[in-house]
């Protein structure tokens, strides 16, 4: 028995520091606040006029936190948090898989936001299906391209990628 426990909080070990390893955090503060500017409705760009937004954004916490809702009002309507922790911009995402990846923004510029998985919880492995990258390209004031990659039994899956628009008024 000691002997199998030992062998578990090593392996465990050793994927928390490859994970530590893995992970290069940029300053976040520019990021974060490219972010804060999502504030709004935002719709898909093929959508029709009648169409609902698929995301809304909006402040939180006295303006620490950035709160997107995905598929608002729906059943797996999810939701992410951004925030920062010391000089790193993060997101927890809150997943209809019934997980809560969290990332670490680790690339872009005033264009592009690149995370990576740090970790999560209520994931029983690693190789258990979840959100592993997220990539926010900003291509103008009102046109976001939002990408979420899922994994699956340790690699990546699937791309969804979510061409949106903020409408302005008519």
Not at 70 to 88: A, C, H, I, Q, S
Request: with cysteine; net charge negative.
């Amino acid at each position: 028995m000691r002997l199998r426990l030992t062998a578990v909080l090593a392996v465990c070990l050793a994927s928390c520091a490859s994970t530590e390893d893995a992970i290069a955090p940029i300053d976040g503060s520019p990021h974060f606040d490219q972010m804060a500017t999502m504030v709004g409705e935002w719709y898909r760009t093929d959508g029709e006029a009648g169409d609902g937004p698929v995301m809304i954004f909006e402040l939180a916490a006295n303006g620490s936190a950035v709160v997107e809702r995905l598929f608002p009002g729906m059943e797996k309507e999810m939701v992410t948090m951004y925030y920062m922790d010391g000089d790193r911009l993060m997101l927890t995402h809150y997943c209809a898989l019934g997980n809560q990846p969290s990332m670490v923004a680790t690339g872009g510029d005033e264009a592009l936001i690149e995370f990576d998985f740090a970790g999560a919880s209520n994931l029983g492995s690693p190789e258990e299906t979840h959100m592993h990258q997220h990539v926010v390209e900003f291509l103008g004031e009102n046109r976001v391209d939002a990408t979420w990659v899922l994994w699956d039994g340790g690699s990546e899956a699937e791309r969804r990628l979510f061409p949106v628009k903020r409408r302005t008024a008519q």
